[in-house]
């Protein structure tokens, strides 16, 4: 654990309360935030932290918030900040982006993004965002979280639900302690060449495949050379969407190639 850092997970009390009241504190959150970020470049600090106590459970995916009447702590609505930051008309991207560079050097910040896996997936920011969790490794570890399915998960359970792909593609091996795969997929995807990024991309291909549905011509888009070809031809903005191998990211990318062959 790091110097000064709490032992136990510490929340803004803007993620506490039913659905209603948090809605609306995350609301008022992203415009303050958004107002002060158009004024100098930064971010206030939440008004209040508050201690997660012993006991208690973080919902941090949308899809098991079911009891939205009774109070809880509903991480994943610092989706809700994000989406007031800008006003209409603003380019939100710029403002999400720092923000997101800024509160991931928090713990909850930093299980949010992780999780999350909002913007484009690069392995860059991919490396930053299992770095982050990893710094805060023990104070997350210290609650029990409501993610995807309605039984407590600790932060191993979680991390694998939501980054398997990632520890899949750039560290398949597994008998290893997931926090060690963790900083060996971060540590790889941070140092990444293009190459590199290409060979995951490949390791996680057949589970793409796996769960891409229809596809009219699976015969060649599953076929390796054929998958090798079509990724160096990519540009760099479409490459570093693709390069951290989210497997949503390559079942598009499988659909694409899959509408070109139907165009020849």
Not at 192 to 212: F, K, N, Y
């Amino acid at each position: 654990m790091a110097p000064g850092q709490p032992s136990s997970l510490q929340l803004p009390s803007f993620l506490h309360g039913t659905f209603r009241s948090v809605q609306q504190k995350t609301k008022r959150e992203g415009l303050r935030c958004g107002e002060q970020y158009r004024v100098d470049g930064t971010f206030p600090v939440p008004h209040q932290m508050l201690e997660v106590p012993l006991g208690e459970v973080v919902v941090a995916h949308e899809v098991v918030d079911f009891q939205r009447e009774r109070p809880a702590w509903r991480l994943y609505m610092v989706s809700h900040v994000m989406g007031a930051l800008a006003p209409e008309g603003q380019k939100p991207f710029p403002v999400r982006h720092d923000y997101e560079a800024f509160f991931r050097e928090t713990a909850w910040g930093a299980l949010f993004f992780a999780t999350t896996h909002m913007g484009a997936v690069s392995a860059e920011r991919t490396a930053k965002r299992l770095r982050a969790v990893l710094r805060f490794w023990e104070p997350l570890q210290s609650t029990r979280y409501l993610f995807k399915k309605l039984a407590a998960q600790t932060l191993e359970e979680v991390m694998v639900a939501s980054c398997d792909w990632a520890m899949d593609a750039w560290c398949p091996m597994g008998e290893a302690s997931v926090r060690a795969r963790l900083e060996i997929a971060a540590e790889r995807m941070a140092r990444a060449t293009r190459e590199d990024c290409i060979e995951a991309i490949l390791q996680e291909m057949p589970r793409a495949l796996a769960h891409a549905g229809k596809l009219n011509h699976r015969s060649v888009v599953a076929d390796p050379a054929f998958q090798r070809e079509r990724l160096a031809t990519l540009d760099s903005r479409s490459f570093e969407r693709v390069s951290g191998a989210l497997t949503g990211e390559l079942i598009g990318l499988l659909h694409d190639w899959d509408h070109e062959l139907g165009l020849q």
